[in-house]
């Protein structure tokens, strides 16, 4: 899934970019001297603030110009259920959707989600009322140590509000972002079909 | 003690046996027991807790007043700090502790300095403003390499880079040439595998925090008592000051069995800071620190007589754990057959790299590779089946029939769970047309 294109940045191009942040001594605002970049408008290197609409409420968090989404979520909004694991667009535990589609929460930038719709893991179930995707989960045992869950579970419920009718074969390419080193693949799978209406 | 009858065994092999039970244990299961849990489908009773984002992992956990610890790591395989100076990483904002680790590392990825910080970025930038000036020095990293008599030592001083034998009761060299002689068909072949590594999706991490001389640890761990135990060792502190917490984990697979770096540097920087600290592993640190499965180079030199009869089983192996941790991987080999002459003898290798960790059946998988990829092939040798082989020589009487039960229920592709009974008839649908020669098997 081409998730950072989404954003507007190619995976390369974002780690790039921050790549040679981290490497310029620009972390952590201490930018020194010098010339200010040219091209659009900067920000920074001060807080800045972010908008963002996370599941369905509007929400305000203070970020260095630079966070990504996931760190925006997780640190600045205590939405813990998205994960950090390769931090590199590889391993698909940070997916959320956003304006419904799934994105690694780790390859946009918060600001590239200003004024979008972000849905996260804690905004599936109602009260206590599972959404189906994660009571098909439950019933089909498709985790272990469930680290990976909230993605897969966020990238099934994107795929399914796409393609209610999806196949088997659209569920094994839509899920092959996520990756589950416990490999649970086969329940992963299963649970999906199970609401999938494609048969 | 009281003696209960039991009827164990497996279908078409079951036996009554008497067993001695402490007075006051419950009865243990057997054949006729009537389970209601095991074997029953349940859901799992964390599983809602997981399926929506509840569930808390240590890389979650973020109390008031957190700081985020940072670990500077050696870019080289052995090197010393001629200089590291922490003072310009301590004036810098928002920092609040700094550790001095290690002088001289002898793994790329080892960890040198950690700082804590208010935020990442500040700790990022403590670790960037922290001096060292390395001056690198003698190392190997290729098992080869590292054997050679005028390799650098790579835990210095005298200590040898490799070290092995044979095991007990080792028929000697000239038994096995002899017997490999004499047998009727005989293979002499070399296995390699790489070094592997765990790769939890949750990096080992921990969070330390300290109240008074009372220190609380949450940890990404598999073993809350030996984390506990290491922190006392490693703190000098008394193990019921310490209290070490794990909920959820998100993967171990062996890597997270003993105390991490990462939980000792939490709590030293802690102490120092006198705020709780959350030191959590990069993906980068993880794979160069986090643990690995030894890398194996397997001589494996087998013979049967006439009947296809195991007559002489021979392994010579080697691997390297890095700076640490055994790679023996003899296990299948000294518990699948049985042969009249037997021998195994391995060196554990010292290179500049990270250490070994507990992995899914520590050496298993690279023996078991070697080993029953070499038995394919003198099966082939000797002209026998590789199934029927195996029937002949394992020395398992439980192994045996379980070989048995999978080929009866591949060859009429059913099974009492229709779930399996699709994938015998799969793997029946590819066995039926089988030639015996092993990856002759159609795709």
Same mark, same amino acid.
């Given at each position: 899934?081409?998730t950072?294109?989404?954003g507007?940045?190619?995976?390369?191009?974002?780690?790039?970019?921050?790549g040679?942040l981290?490497?310029?001594?620009?972390?952590?605002?201490?930018?020194?001297?010098?010339?200010?970049p040219?091209?659009?408008?900067?920000?920074?290197?001060?807080?800045i603030?972010?908008?963002l609409?996370?599941?369905?409420?509007?929400?305000?968090?203070d970020?260095d110009?630079?966070?990504?989404?996931?760190?925006?979520?997780?640190d600045?909004?205590?939405?813990?259920?998205?994960?950090?694991?390769?931090?590199?667009?590889?391993?698909?535990?940070?997916?959320?959707?956003?304006d419904?589609?799934?994105?690694?929460?780790?390859?946009?930038?918060?600001?590239?989600a200003?004024?979008?719709?972000?849905?996260?893991?804690?905004?599936?179930?109602?009260?206590?009322?599972?959404?189906?995707?994660?009571?098909a989960f439950?019933?089909?045992?498709a985790?272990?140590?469930g680290?990976?869950?909230?993605?897969?579970?966020?990238?099934?419920?994107?795929?399914?509000?796409?393609?209610?009718?999806?196949?088997?074969?659209?569920?094994?390419?839509?899920?092959c972002?996520?990756?589950?080193?416990?490999?649970?693949?086969?329940?992963i799978?299963?649970?999906?079909?199970a609401?999938?209406?494609?048969? | 003690?009281?003696?209960?009858?039991?009827r164990?065994?497996?279908?078409?092999?079951?036996?009554e046996?008497?067993?001695?039970i402490?007075?006051?244990?419950?009865?243990p299961?057997?054949?006729?027991s009537?389970?209601?849990?095991?074997?029953?489908?349940?859901?799992?009773?964390?599983?809602?807790?997981k399926?929506?984002?509840?569930a808390?992992?240590?890389s979650?956990?973020?109390p008031?007043?957190?700081?985020?610890?940072?670990?500077?790591?050696?870019?080289?395989?052995?090197?010393?700090?001629?200089?590291?100076?922490l003072?310009?990483?301590?004036?810098?904002?928002?920092?609040k502790?700094?550790?001095?680790l290690?002088?001289?590392?002898?793994?790329a990825?080892?960890?040198?300095?950690?700082?804590?910080?208010?935020?990442?970025?500040?700790?990022?930038?403590?670790?960037?403003?922290?001096?060292?000036?390395?001056?690198?020095?003698?190392?190997?990293?290729?098992?080869?390499e590292?054997?050679?008599p005028?390799?650098?030592?790579?835990l210095?001083?005298r200590?040898?880079?490799?070290?092995?034998?044979?095991s007990?009761?080792?028929?000697?060299?000239?038994?096995?040439?002899?017997?490999?002689?004499?047998?009727?068909?005989?293979?002499?072949?070399?296995?390699?595998?790489?070094?592997?590594?765990?790769?939890c999706?949750?990096?080992?991490?921990?969070?330390?925090s300290?109240?008074?001389?009372?220190l609380?640890?949450?940890?990404?761990?598999?073993?809350?008592?030996?984390?506990?135990?290491?922190?006392?060792?490693g703190?000098?502190?008394?193990?019921?000051?310490?209290r070490?917490?794990?909920?959820?984990m998100?993967?171990g697979? #062996?890597?997270?069995? @003993? %105390?991490?770096?990462?939980?000792?540097?939490a709590?030293? &920087? =802690?102490? +120092? /800071? !006198?705020?709780?600290?959350?030191?959590?592993?990069d993906?980068k640190?993880?794979?160069?620190?986090?643990?690995?499965?030894p890398?194996?180079?397997?001589?494996?030199?087998?013979?049967?007589?006439?009947?296809?009869t195991?007559?002489v089983?021979?392994?010579e192996?080697?691997?390297?754990?890095?700076?640490?941790?055994?790679?023996?991987?003899?296990?299948?080999?000294?518990?699948l057959?049985?042969a009249?002459?037997?021998?195994?003898?391995?060196?554990?290798?010292?290179?500049?790299?990270?250490?070994?960790?507990?992995?899914?059946?520590? #050496?298993?998988v690279? @023996? %078991?590779f070697?080993l029953?990829?070499?038995?394919?092939? &003198? =099966?082939? +040798? /000797? !002209?026998?089946?590789p199934?029927?082989?195996r029937?002949?020589?394992?020395?398992s009487?439980l192994?045996?029939?379980?070989?048995a039960?999978?080929?009866?229920?591949?060859?009429?592709?059913?099974s009492?769970r229709?779930?399996?009974?699709?994938?015998?008839?799969?793997?029946?649908?590819?066995?039926?047309?089988?030639?015996?020669?092993?990856?002759?098997t159609?795709?």
């Amino acid at each position: 899934m081409s998730t950072a294109r989404d954003g507007g940045l190619s995976r390369r191009d974002f780690l790039g970019v921050t790549g040679a942040l981290a490497g310029s001594g620009l972390l952590g605002g201490a930018a020194g001297g010098g010339e200010p970049p040219a091209g659009p408008a900067s920000i920074g290197p001060g807080a800045i603030r972010v908008g963002l609409r996370v599941n369905g409420v509007p929400r305000d968090a203070d970020c260095d110009a630079r966070a990504t989404l996931l760190d925006v979520l997780r640190d600045g909004l205590g939405l813990t259920g998205a994960k950090q694991a390769c931090d590199r667009g590889e391993c698909g535990t940070c997916t959320v959707l956003l304006d419904g589609r799934p994105v690694y929460a780790c390859m946009v930038l918060a600001l590239q989600a200003r004024n979008r719709e972000v849905r996260t893991i804690e905004g599936l179930a109602k009260g206590e009322v599972l959404h189906p995707v994660q009571r098909a989960f439950v019933e089909h045992d498709a985790f272990q140590c469930g680290f990976c869950t909230p993605g897969q579970i966020m990238s099934a419920v994107g795929l399914l509000e796409r393609a209610p009718a999806a196949t088997p074969e659209d569920v094994e390419a839509g899920m092959c972002g996520n990756l589950c080193r416990c490999a649970a693949y086969v329940r992963i799978r299963d649970a999906v079909n199970a609401v999938a209406k494609g048969k | 003690m009281p003696k209960t009858k039991l009827r164990i065994g497996w279908p078409g092999n079951f036996r009554e046996i008497q067993a001695e039970i402490p007075a006051g244990d419950p009865p243990p299961w057997d054949a006729d027991s009537k389970l209601s849990v095991v074997g029953a489908r349940l859901p799992r009773v964390e599983g809602p807790d997981k399926v929506t984002g509840r569930a808390k992992y240590t890389s979650d956990m973020a109390p008031a007043g957190m700081l985020t610890g940072g670990v500077l790591r050696s870019p080289h395989a052995h090197a010393r700090a001629t200089a590291l100076d922490l003072g310009p990483a301590r004036k810098l904002p928002g920092v609040k502790a700094a550790l001095e680790l290690e002088r001289e590392p002898r793994y790329a990825g080892q960890a040198v300095a950690a700082v804590a910080a208010e935020s990442p970025l500040q700790a990022q930038a403590a670790l960037d403003a922290i001096v060292v000036t390395w001056e690198v020095l003698p190392h190997v990293t290729d098992p080869e390499e590292a054997r050679r008599p005028d390799a650098p030592r790579v835990l210095g001083g005298r200590n040898p880079n490799a070290r092995g034998g044979a095991s007990e009761n080792a028929a000697d060299e000239a038994a096995c040439g002899r017997a490999l002689a004499a047998a009727s068909a005989s293979v002499d072949l070399t296995f390699r595998t790489p070094v592997v590594e765990h790769t939890c999706l949750e990096s080992h991490g921990s969070l330390a925090s300290w109240e008074g001389d009372a220190l609380t640890v949450w940890d990404s761990t598999q073993a809350v008592a030996s984390v506990r135990d290491g922190l006392a060792r490693g703190l000098q502190v008394p193990a019921n000051s310490v209290r070490v917490v794990k909920e959820h984990m998100g993967g171990g697979f #062996g890597s997270k069995l @003993g %105390m991490g770096e990462t939980a000792l540097i939490a709590a030293r &920087l =802690a102490k +120092e /800071a !006198g705020r709780p600290v959350r030191v959590l592993n990069d993906r980068k640190a993880e794979q160069t620190t986090g643990g690995n499965r030894p890398s194996s180079v397997q001589r494996l030199r087998l013979g049967a007589d006439k009947a296809g009869t195991l007559s002489v089983m021979w392994l010579e192996s080697s691997g390297t754990g890095g700076v640490g941790g055994g790679a023996g991987c003899s296990g299948p080999f000294r518990t699948l057959y049985r042969a009249g002459v037997m021998r195994d003898e391995h060196t554990d290798i010292l290179t500049n790299a990270g250490r070994a960790q507990a992995f899914r059946a520590p #050496g298993h998988v690279q @023996g %078991m590779f070697a080993l029953e990829s070499a038995i394919d092939a &003198l =099966a082939i +040798e /000797a !002209g026998i089946d590789p199934l029927e082989f195996r029937l002949r020589n394992d020395a398992s009487d439980l192994r045996r029939a379980e070989y048995a039960e999978g080929a009866r229920r591949i060859a009429t592709g059913r099974s009492v769970r229709r779930a399996r009974g699709r994938m015998y008839r799969r793997l029946r649908d590819r066995w039926t047309p089988r030639r015996s020669r092993p990856g002759s098997t159609p795709a």
